[in-house]
């Protein structure tokens, strides 16, 4: 299986951006989704997770009421829509994809939130 992420660059303080992360050679709707990122010097944190189906979602606190994930499983595509951007959101964001003892991981991409 295979995820590949884009939709990363640079963006001000308060900005917007929406990532996505499209799957191929893996059966996209079995599994749940997730983003995480990792800044520089720091662990790689969970940022907000979807069920396979879409039907719930959880959020790290940080970005709760700011971040929002969605999936279309026509597409194999999930999404995180990211608004009201800080300079601590900075990192490389990655998407992952689980499925009883399958995990796939994309190569990340870089959000920087600077002036």
Known sequence: GQLVESGGGLVQPGGSLRLSCTASRFTFSH????????????????????????????????????????????KNTVYLQMNSLKPEDTGVYYCNGIYSWFNYWGQGTQVTVSL
Not at 37 to 42: L, M, N, T
Not at 51 to 58: E, I, K
């Open 31 to 74: 599994y749940d989704m997730k983003w995480y990122r990792q800044a520089p010097g720091k662990e790689r944190e969970l940022v907000a997770g979807i069920t396979s189906a879409g039907d719930s979602t959880n959020y790290a606190d940080s970005v709760k009421g700011r971040f929002t994930i969605s999936r279309d499983n026509a």
